[in-house]
């Protein structure tokens, strides 16, 4: 089993920046392939951006340029940094950690883009 814990979230006007991060629980947190994805209201769940154990990146097109992810294997975190921030960009924000069949989710963080 693998905890995930995300903080950072909280509120912010367009155009600004929120850094997400995401600890887990076990000291394997380097075999799996860690991803950010959001749930605005009403929508489904959607990918934001993922990192590879080898840190390969991939990256919603909404999000490209904007949002950064990376991974620190010594501290078990993942990192969402987001910048230039849109009130589209408005949902909870999850943590994922993947490897083989094995799927684990965090509970989440809201973030809030308003003026």
């Known amino acids: 089993q693998v905890q995930l814990v995300e903080s950072g979230g909280g509120s912010v006007q367009p155009g600004g920046s929120l850094r997400l991060s995401c600890a887990a629980s076990?000291?394997?947190?380097?075999?799996?392939?860690m991803g950010w994805y959001r749930q605005a209201p009403g929508k489904q769940r959607e990918l934001v951006a993922t990192i590879t154990r080898g840190s390969t990146t991939n990256y919603a097109d909404s999000v490209k340029g904007r949002f950064t992810i990376s991974r620190d294997n010594a501290k078990n975190t993942v990192y969402l940094q987001m910048n230039s921030l849109k009130p589209e960009d408005t949902a909870v924000y999850h943590c994922n950690a993947h490897f083989g069949n094995a799927d684990y989710w965090g509970q989440g963080t809201q973030v809030t883009v308003s003026s």
């Open positions: 076990r000291s394997i947190f380097s075999i799996f392939t």
